[in-house]
């Protein structure tokens, strides 16, 4: 099993930025070469995949609707995984887990159901 506990939520104005965090217990990621991301969950919606990232960090994949405004990136000997949101617009507004994949899956998911582990998330607000 892995442990996901994410930080770095709140509440921003449109336009602004928000760097979430997230730092992994139990089987880490490195040691299991594990594919890494980003899914978030807004009221009343399904959850959708936001960012992944590969075991090596040299891939990365986004959701159409983040590109170009959010970087995922990784420390392995950290056990830890960050998003860097910039340009935050209301329809972001969502609850944001990370997510692990199987072990030795390396690359990165483009689905939550690539996705086996994750958080309990962090609440990011941004207001109009």
């Known amino acids: 099993q892995v442990q996901l506990v994410e930080s770095g939520g709140g509440l921003v104005q449109a336009g602004g930025s928000l760097r979430l965090s997230c730092a992994a217990s139990?089987?880490?990621?490195?040691?299991?070469?594990?594919?890494l991301g980003w899914l978030r969950q807004a009221p009343g919606k399904e959850r959708e995949f936001v960012a992944g990232?590969?075991?090596?960090?040299?891939?990365?994949y986004y959701a159409d609707s983040v590109k170009g405004r959010f970087t995922i990136s990784r420390d392995n000997a950290k056990n830890t995984v960050n998003l860097q949101m910039n340009s935050l617009k209301p329809e972001d507004t969502a609850v944001y887990s990370c997510?692990?994949?199987?072990?030795?899956?390396?690359?990165?998911?483009?689905?939550?159901?690539?996705?086996?582990?994750w958080g309990q998330g962090t609440q990011v607000t941004v207001s109009s």
């Open positions: 997510a692990a994949r199987q072990p030795y899956y390396t690359d990165p998911g483009r689905r939550v159901q690539d996705y086996n582990y």
């Open positions: 139990g089987r880490t990621f490195n040691n299991y070469r594990m594919g």
């Open positions: 990232i590969s075991w090596s960090g040299s891939n990365t």
